[in-house]
């Protein structure tokens, strides 16, 4: 069954076609990868998924609902979250704080409920902290749980975000590439944490450039370049395919 | 929890040091209730502007935001209590009902377009408001008196007894404010003050968690008013009289001081912050000119020097700490 | 409501436009140089009218010198703010808002020095030209509404020719499009940010000059003529001297029709939910896309 579907997806800036008719269907379960050279539209394709940007024409249909245009924070309450390319984690809140707000959806009670507290709150405030303390094992986290976001090095940051949007309980996940700036031993345990994250029934969306990552971690292959979509299949098939190989022609010998 | 010790240890002294400005802003409170006199009449002045301060606090330090025109709302509500106690005969509970439910309506209805607006736009259109409101106090006079004010409003009174006493002024003054801080401290540990932290952190990664930005801001401007109708409302009945100036811009300027002095975003900072700023004045009574002056002039100082303010001298502690625990 | 009255007002309407529209300017020549909105503008325009008047009444310095040595006087206190508040924090790189509050206390603590050294009376400056005022087919036209269009009109198309023609001006306008761009460029941006401060304080205390003798100026006029001037640059679209200019007179123009049909005391209000209409429907301001 499919979980996202994009129909014929264009998002044009002035003159410029970002993201130029690409369709495509991501089934329930599994890792998918969106690769492409730098420019092609990845991350403008995300954002039109996500709810950041409408796009200039075509539709995004998610489990069913067309969420195409619809605000961000009610495609996240639909069960669709992501991540963002540059980590945008809430800096003064410690990583555990941080993973809370991402329990966010899952909670109920505003104002009132702060001001009454309640021992209905309590013990909901009891689950968001255990749930935390859950995911940031997860990742790998625990131990730096009472310290600020913003102190964190770069690989915990990224680690972090993904902790904070599972917090969410997502159905689908779009990670926007979740290894920029980490080193190999780190993309590694990435890598594994994707695939347990995938075990555990979260769909995967990805966009990376990290081709080892991308090969050892997907299952399906989405290739975009000015903003088409070029190829799609298993990793083995794109890596084979004569246009993804010119596409990627100048990039670093063993990147494609 | 945590296995480092370098986290715990100074996760101690943090403790110790952050008590202080709490003891010490108490102390100097019940100083002021046992020698009474003028001592009692400044800290009444000073509670009724924590309260104020507190509401910015959720609005600024909590959910990040700018208003240079909450005077507006306590001038609502205290011109709203001034009129119906003075002309109408109301009570004062029923009368602050009243400004209070007028303060939400306009916080309501001027919210909406102007929180969608960001940066020095929305600076400006707050300091707007405020303006808008002091100017029709001032215009108004066949409802406000003008610069004349409004004087003879009753002290507070619960069915039918009047707190008339300092003491006993005081003395009430000082449940509101805890009860005030009480709110804020629930308002920050809670799964609302999340939400407004993560708005102020990042709108993006906010709603990518499915927390609208536009709904959480609405709410803590209307929190945050209804603080500053209280602090309007209570001013009145506390000092009798009412006049345009009571809510003019240096309304704002002073209340940020007190935040800034105290520590934006913190839950002790309203307090400490206010019974500072009303203190120090009162020490230097022979410079009484000099008084916006020297507001202003320590407002600049604190921006370039000690931006997260006094009471948040104790978390460079654990900034250090989280440094040192992450490089070992 | 008398509307035979109405040319009468549109005229001094202009007049002070004119007014705002020059106190506009300042805000986007500090805005484009650097980002900032600096909420000190009002002071520059209440020192240049007391210190213009300090030198003709107290030090019996000609009209013409006085005037030329509050404007440079002006500038001079521009640079100090720059200097002494805006740069510490910029160098910090604070908060737009921290910016903003820090700019205000300044215009508080300029305007409470000068209540302390100047005492709280206000002060007029008389008329340049001390004639009766020509009348045109009914209409009076003073002589000092005429200096402040020219002057005005001469300050912006001397401005004009600033960003213009000189090497300055042109690095100015260079940091106004893109402030990396001009400083890899080798452009002393930092340097272009205390000029900035010094021309919009000038502009404010040749605005403060203009005014003053057609009105009063006192310790307290600053804030008032500041936020006229905001208005005026926002019905301009932020950042844009000319349509600052043009916003200024069409905010004068407005407030004059407002104190026909409303009375004098609610000018105030009509201006500032001018602001608050635009800022909601239009931030962009008349003249488009905003910048």
Redesign the interface.
């Known amino acids: 069954m499919s979980l996202l579907e994009l129909q014929n997806v264009t998002q044009r800036f002035g003159g410029l076609v970002a993201v130029d008719d690409v369709s495509a269907t991501i089934a329930q379960g599994g890792v998918t990868a969106v690769i492409g050279p730098n420019g092609a539209g990845k991350t403008t394709l995300f954002n039109a998924i996500s709810g950041f940007r409408t796009p200039s024409a075509g539709r995004v249909v998610f489990g069913g609902v067309d969420i195409t245009g619809m605000a961000p924070e009610r495609i996240a309450a639909i069960g669709l979250v992501r991540t963002f390319q540059l980590v945008q984690l809430f800096g003064e809140l410690t990583a555990m704080e941080n993973v809370k707000v991402g329990c966010h959806l899952h909670t109920r009670g505003d104002l009132l409920a702060a001001i009454l507290r309640s021992p209905a709150t309590r013990r909901s405030e009891r689950q968001v902290e255990d749930d935390a303390r859950k995911l940031l094992d997860f990742v790998g986290l625990t131990d730096v749980a009472d310290v600020a976001a913003s102190s964190l090095p770069y690989g915990q940051q990224r680690l972090l975000e993904i902790a904070r949007a599972l917090a969410a309980q997502p159905k689908l996940l779009l990670l926007d590439e979740p290894a920029a700036g980490l080193n190999s031993g780190e993309t590694a345990r990435l890598s594994a944490t994707i695939r347990e994250i995938a075990a555990r029934g979260t769909t995967v969306l990805l966009i990376e450039h990290d081709m080892k990552l991308v090969m050892s971690t997907a299952d399906r292959v989405i290739v975009l370049d000015f903003g088409r979509k070029i190829a799609e299949g298993t990793p083995d098939e794109v890596r084979d395919n004569p246009a993804v190989i010119a596409a990627y022609l100048g990039m670093p010998e063993g990147a494609a | 929890m945590t296995k480092s010790p370098t986290i715990t240890f100074p996760d101690m002294t943090r403790r110790g040091l952050g008590a202080l400005p709490w003891i010490a802003a108490a102390g100097v409170l019940a100083y002021a209730f046992f020698v009474g006199g003028y001592l009692t009449t400044v800290m009444s002045f000073a509670l009724i502007y924590v309260v104020f301060v507190t509401g910015l606090n959720v609005f600024m330090g909590y959910a990040g935001q700018v208003s240079f025109g909450h005077n507006a709302f306590a001038a609502l509500s205290g011109y709203t209590s001034a009129y119906l106690t003075t002309s109408h005969g109301f009570a004062p509970l029923p009368a602050f009902g009243a400004g209070l439910a007028l303060a939400l309506s306009c916080a309501l209805i001027v919210g909406y377009p102007t929180l969608r607006l960001k940066g020095h736009y929305l600076a400006m259109a707050t300091l707007a408001i405020g303006l808008i409101v002091y100017e029709v106090a001032v215009e108004w006079t066949s409802v406000t008196q003008g610069y004349m004010g409004i004087s003879g409003i009753p002290p507070i009174g619960i069915a039918g007894y009047e707190i008339t006493s300092e003491r006993g002024q005081l003395a009430f003054l000082t449940v509101i404010v805890a009860l005030a801080t009480l709110v804020s401290w629930r308002i920050r540990e809670s799964r609302f003050g999340r939400a407004l932290s993560a708005v102020a952190g990042s709108e993006d990664a906010a709603r990518a968690l499915g927390i609208s930005a536009s709904r959480y801001k609405l709410s803590a401007f209307l929190a945050s008013a209804a603080f500053a109708a209280l602090a309007g409302s209570l001013f009145v009945h506390v000092v009798g009289f009412v006049s345009p100036e009571v809510y003019g811009l240096h309304m704002v300027v002073l209340a940020f001081t007190m935040l800034y002095v105290g520590g934006i975003g913190t839950i002790a900072g309203p307090f400490v912050g206010a019974v500072i700023i009303s203190l120090l004045p009162e020490m230097f009574r022979q410079f009484k000119d000099y008084q916006d002056l020297a507001y202003g002039a320590a407002l600049i100082l604190l921006l370039i020097y000690a931006p997260r303010g006094l009471s948040t001298i104790s978390s460079l502690f654990r900034r250090a700490a989280a440094k040192k625990a992450v490089v070992s | 409501m008398d509307l035979s009255y109405l040319p009468q007002i549109a005229l001094s309407g202009i007049g002070i436009g004119c007014i705002y529209g020059l106190i506009g300017i300042g805000f986007c020549v500090i805005y484009n140089a650097s980002g900032i909105?600096n909420f000190a503008q009002g002071a520059f325009v209440m020192l240049g009218g007391m210190i213009t008047h300090t030198m003709l009444h107290r030090y019996g310095v000609p009209m013409i010198a006085s005037a030329a040595i509050a404007i440079a006087a002006v500038s001079l206190a521009g640079i100090v703010i720059e200097r002494?508040?805006v740069r510490?924090?910029w160098n910090?790189n604070?908060t737009?808002?921290?910016m903003?509050?820090?700019t205000?206390?300044?215009?508080?603590?300029i305007?409470?020095?000068t209540?302390?050294v100047a005492g709280d009376q206000p002060r007029t400056l008389p008329a340049f030209t001390d004639l009766p005022p020509m009348m045109l087919g009914g209409l009076a036209v003073s002589y000092q509404f005429l200096w402040i269009v020219a002057a005005s009109l001469a300050t912006v198309a001397a401005l004009a020719l600033f960003f213009k023609t000189t090497l300055v001006g042109k690095a100015m306008r260079a940091c106004a499009i893109n402030r990396e761009a001009a400083a890899l460029q080798g452009i002393p941006v930092s340097r272009m940010l205390a000029l900035s401060f010094a021309l919009s304080a000038a502009l404010g205390a040749i605005a403060g000059i203009l005014i003053t003798p057609t009105q009063y100026t006192a310790f307290n006029v600053g804030?008032p003529f500041a936020?006229n001037g905001?208005i005026a640059a926002?019905v301009g679209g932020f950042g844009r001297p000319l349509g600052a200019f043009v916003g200024g007179i069409m905010l004068g123009l407005a407030q004059a029709i407002a104190i026909v049909v409303f009375g004098a005391?609610?000018k105030?209000?009509a201006a500032?939910?001018v602001?608050?209409l635009f800022?909601?429907v239009r931030?962009s301001g008349i003249f488009g896309s905003a910048k």
């Open positions: 909105v002494v508040v510490p924090l910090r604070a737009m808002f921290v903003i509050l820090a205000l206390a300044a215009q508080i603590v305007e409470r020095s209540l302390i804030v936020i905001f926002i005391g609610f105030n209000v500032l939910s602001l608050l800022l909601f931030p």
